[in-house]
């Protein structure tokens, strides 16, 4: 590892404008241009217990765009907080990326259920005028406190035409 270099802290623009220039301003995560203010240097971080340069420990990568170094931050400090960091990262990517691509099942997840629309009291309070004229002698209608379109409303709701 003797021909590793140490950089200082005012190396860094000039070496974020050379690999900006060598990657021709693409940020190599989301292939999208980007402008040389927004490119910054991307690095791997090393643990307390890693030796720099061992497995690129310390060493800088390229330069991405401020976004995808966020994401690929965050997403390297949860594979490491969660314990995934027992497996190999890139190969945990790949098999995420395989994951990804696969056709989906034909299951509907419950939180992705359709929502139960809300009643809104203009169309409730004009619902109830329209009873009262025809069903004059029946009881009053009254806003439900969950305030959902239960099937019972949407019946009412279909046959006055609201």
Excluded at 110 to 117: L, N
Excluded at 118 to 145: H, I, M, Q, S, V
Aim: glycine share 6%; hydrophobic share 30%.
């Amino acid at each position: 590892m003797n021909d590793l270099k140490q950089l200082k802290s005012k190396d860094l623009k000039a070496l974020r404008e050379e690999l900006y220039h060598q990657q021709n301003g693409i940020c190599p995560l989301c292939k999208t241009k980007i402008k040389l203010e927004e490119a910054v240097i991307d690095h791997q971080h090393k643990t307390q217990k890693e030796e720099i340069g061992v497995n690129g420990a310390g060493l800088v990568r390229g330069v991405l765009c401020n976004r995808c170094n966020s994401v690929e931050g965050g997403m390297i400090n949860k594979f490491k907080r969660y314990g995934i960091y027992l497996q190999d990262y890139t190969q945990f990517l790949r098999n995420l990326a395989d994951y990804l691509d696969q056709e989906p099942l034909p299951y509907i997840h419950p939180t992705e259920a359709p929502k139960i629309p809300k009643l809104g009291k203009r169309n409730f309070n004009k619902l109830k005028k329209l009873y009262k004229l025809k069903y004059p002698n029946r009881k009053d209608l009254e806003y439900p406190k969950s305030g959902k379109m239960s099937k019972k409303w949407e019946a009412l709701f279909n046959e006055f035409d609201i």
